[in-house]
């Protein structure tokens, strides 16, 4: 619906004129309006447009025709005879017209009010009460629950960026020489792998389980640990008990000189210590007590003419003995005798001069001491194994580890002894089986992860850990990566003197494991396993494997 073409006047179209105006004046349509306009009463505007054609025809009919050119004439002069008309009309009926006036004023004030009204919004415009009666029968509107927008979903944070590395050992990595290769390379500084292939395997570690047992010795045994061998009174006169205390750089040379461990006490010194004591007693007779140590002396998995004779590498394992029971006390290598314990009583008392009767037993409890000599502290005995990688005195660690932990005092104790004396350093010990102390079993299993995070340790030197550092081979210049063992020559030599690992050789496997201050600049950790069917040459394509590690530094790809 289209609305007025003018502004409403408040009154209904189509509203009688008021009835006390008097009939026999008679006003044309436009007429009254006129007549309305100046007495100053609204005219109600005709609503239509053909309403509005019929007023303008009823106005030109009592006007009289207006030529197009003259409407505003015309127009005049019907204003002129309308107000002639009302004069008239007001003069014949004045109290009529007083009452249509005051109407007109009031509806006037009233619509002025009402449009006021609006424009300020006033309470009574802007409300209005509902009826007591409405409000008591309409049914109150429910209050709605509030319900949560649904969480809206958040993008996840993206990943940060990984450095994008381009230098590749992929290519020496296959080298067939390498066998079934297992293997890590960590940035030291951050922990991120840079290089991984089979690293969370467990394998046999051949050496390299060395730097596993000093750390279980350190953390256990502490680093000022000294292992003693003594004398005791026995329990009769003139009997004295020789006790092994598991340390195996006992000397049988005068002073300890001369002997492959450096610093070694001399059984010379313990002799001389008992003799001194028995205030000239004759010694009647003498019991050797080895007991510290259970069997077997020997390890099952062991090749023994390989180890004990051919190699020299080992001996059988008791609580008593000199040299390491090697036959030249003065060699890194050299073949070992059935008897240990035989050969330290025979100096023994050779140095207190009697041939009196010997047996084996216990020390009385209790007993009154008489002599006692101690080996080095632990941090020496560690440096010295590691640099020359001697098993004897890994053999020796291992089992005081587990028997300090409450573990044992055979081979088969050894596991669950150093896995204790490892917790402490908080890497992660699964997958780990110790066999022995020195790595020669086949059936150790350590993967390289452990390996690389455990020197990541040593590196920083961790709880007493720098002394396994310390005592680390260092390429072409120092220990079994030395010269004279054919290591890092050549091409590799590029790589010498930056690399400080611990070696391993069995008969399945050639290991290294250790720091790389590799040429960027970046300290790397490694294990590198070499495990199968592998022969000598597998220790040159290790070689030539870290010299490509060493040169990649923290460029190196995993690729």
């Not at 007083?98 to 004030?109: C, D, E, F, K, S």
Request: charged content about 15%; hydrophobic content about 40%; glycine content about 12%.
């Amino acid at each position: 619906m289209h609305e007025s073409d003018q502004p409403d006047s408040g009154l209904p179209n189509g509203t009688e004129s008021d009835p006390s105006i008097p009939a026999t004046t008679p006003l044309s349509s436009l007429d009254q309006d006129a007549a309305a306009h100046d007495a100053g009463v609204p005219v109600a505007a005709p609503a239509t447009r053909s309403e509005r054609r019929s007023a303008e025809r009823e106005a030109a009919a009592t006007t009289g025709s207006t030529p197009a050119g003259a409407p505003r004439r015309g127009i005049a002069a019907g204003v002129s005879g309308a107000a002639a008309g009302i004069m008239a009309a007001i003069r014949t009926h004045p109290r009529a017209w007083m009452v249509a006036g005051g109407t007109a004023a009031l509806i006037v004030l009233g619509t002025g009010s009402v449009a006021l009204g609006a424009t300020v919004g006033s309470p009574a415009a802007a409300a209005v009460a509902p009826s007591p009666s409405a409000s008591a029968t309409k049914t109150p509107t429910p209050t709605p629950t509030p319900t949560a927008d649904p969480a809206r979903p958040v993008p996840a944070a993206a990943p940060a960026a990984s450095r994008i590395r381009t230098c590749s050992v992929a290519g020496l990595a296959q080298d067939g020489r390498l066998g079934n290769l297992e293997a890590q390379v960590v940035n030291a500084k951050t922990g991120e792998v840079l290089f991984d292939r089979n690293g969370g395997t467990p394998g046999p570690t051949a050496s390299v389980m060395k730097t596993v047992t000093s750390a279980a010795a350190l953390a256990t045994l502490g680093p000022d640990y000294r292992v003693s061998t003594t004398v005791v009174a026995g329990s009769t006169p003139g009997q004295i008990v020789l006790v092994g205390g598991g340390d195996v750089t006992l000397s049988r040379l005068p002073g300890g000189q001369g002997a492959f461990y450096t610093g070694a006490p001399s059984i010379q010194d313990l002799a001389d210590q008992a003799k001194q004591a028995m205030a000239g007693q004759p010694i009647t007779s003498i019991v050797v007590d080895a007991s510290l140590f259970g069997g077997p002396v020997w390890q099952p998995s062991w090749d023994e003419n390989e180890e004990r004779v051919v190699e020299g590498s080992t001996p059988y394992m008791t609580a008593l003995m000199v040299d390491g029971d090697r036959d030249n006390p003065g060699a890194v290598e050299s073949p070992r005798s059935t008897d240990p314990v035989g050969r330290a009583v025979q100096y023994f008392q050779q140095y207190l001069g009697t041939s009196v009767p010997v047996s084996e037993g216990t020390a009385p409890a209790g007993a009154r001491q008489l002599a006692a000599v101690q080996s080095q502290p632990v941090t020496t005995l560690i440096q010295q194994a590691m640099k020359y990688s001697d098993n004897t005195i890994m053999e020796e660690l291992a089992r005081l580890v587990a028997i300090k932990n409450g573990a044992g005092n055979t081979f088969d104790a050894e596991n669950a002894g150093v896995l204790a004396g490892l917790k402490g350093y908080g890497i992660d010990t699964a997958g780990l089986h110790i066999a022995d102390g020195s790595g020669l079993s086949a059936n150790n299993a350590v993967p390289p992860s452990y390996m690389t995070r455990l020197f990541i340790k040593v590196l920083n030197r961790e709880n007493g850990l720098g002394v396994i550092y310390d005592g680390l081979p260092v390429s072409g210049q120092s220990g079994t990566l030395g010269p004279g063992y054919n290591r890092f020559t050549g091409a590799n030599s590029a790589a010498r003197g930056a690399v400080h690992a611990k070696t391993g050789w069995i008969d399945n496997g050639y290991t290294l494991s250790g720091i790389v201050d590799s040429a960027d600049g970046t300290p790397l950790t490694f294990a590198v396993f070499a495990l199968g069917n592998v022969g000598d040459n597998a220790k040159q394509a290790i070689d030539t494997l870290v010299t490509g590690i060493y040169k990649c530094g923290d460029n190196l790809s995993n690729t």
